[in-house]
């Protein structure tokens, strides 16, 4: 899945049965929480990028962001990010950054404004055996329902090939058009979402 496509969350930690604890191998089984959504750091960026090669390369033989520009945005706005670990693995990431203009452009790809509203999607991916079980789907939700929570974030935007804009409307985002970037011969319809509907849901989830 791909989008070409600071208040941290609580983890979604799964605690054992009563009783389970007894067990020493239960015990080294929960060490490291069952599954956790975080924000990513510059420490997750090769395996951020591991992820992203795989699901992309085999597609479209490019990657949305290269590494050394996953390490420039974890270390510039890791609160931006949104990383899916299951026991300490992460399995599904999305990385952002600001943008302060109307419309995405070519140097959104590689940008970061600080004094931008809008929060640019540059990648969604899933591990590919994670893939098919929706976690693409509770990941970008629960990723809008974190920059809902960001009052500096008016709105999400990113850019998608047209098969996946159904997928991405099924949250609230809306087509705007073509969009103005081209990656070699790929072409993209540019989408934005207002978050004003899931900062309440944040609101009211308690998250």
Same mark, same amino acid.
């Given at each position: ?5 600071? $208040?941290?969350?609580? &983890? @979604?930690?799964? %605690? ?13 089984? $929960?060490?490291?929480? @069952?599954? =956790?959504?975080?924000? +990513?750091?510059?420490?997750? *960026?090769?395996?951020?990028? =591991? #992820? =992203? ?18 390490? %420039?945005?974890? /270390?510039?706005?890791? !609160? +931006? ?8 693995? +992460?399995?599904?990431? #999305? #990385? ?5 203009? !109307? ?6 790809? /590689?940008?970061?404004?600080? *004094? ?5 999607? $540059?990648?969604? *991916? ?39 804009? &159904? ?7 809306? @087509?705007?058009? &073509? ?7 790929? *072409?993209?319809? =540019? ?6 509907? %899931? ?9």
């Amino acid at each position: 899945m791909s989008t070409w496509s600071v $208040h941290p969350l609580k &983890p @979604a930690t799964l %605690h054992p049965p009563p009783g389970d604890l007894a067990s020493p191998s239960r015990q080294r089984r $929960h060490t490291l929480p @069952a599954s =956790e959504f975080r924000c +990513l750091t510059p420490e997750d *960026a090769t395996s951020v990028f =591991e #992820i =992203e090669r795989e699901a992309f390369i085999s597609v479209s033989g490019t990657c949305p962001l290269c590494l050394d520009e996953v390490r %420039h945005f974890l /270390t510039l706005c890791p !609160e +931006l990010s949104l990383g899916w670990f299951e026991e300490g693995r +992460l399995v599904a990431f #999305i #990385i952002g950054s600001l943008w302060d203009e !109307e419309r995405l452009t070519q140097e959104s790809l /590689t940008l970061h404004r600080p *004094a931008g509203r809008t929060a640019h999607l $540059h990648v969604l *991916a899933v591990h590919r055996t994670f893939r098919q079980q929706g976690k693409g789907s509770v990941l970008l939700w629960r990723y809008l329902q974190h920059l809902g929570g960001q009052p500096a974030v008016r709105r999400a935007a990113l850019m998608c090939e047209h098969p996946l804009v &159904p997928f991405y409307e099924k949250f609230g985002f809306q @087509a705007l058009g &073509p969009c103005a970037v081209s990656v070699g011969s790929l *072409a993209f319809t =540019e989408l934005r979402c207002s978050l004003r509907r %899931h900062a309440s849901l944040r609101r009211n989830s308690g998250c």
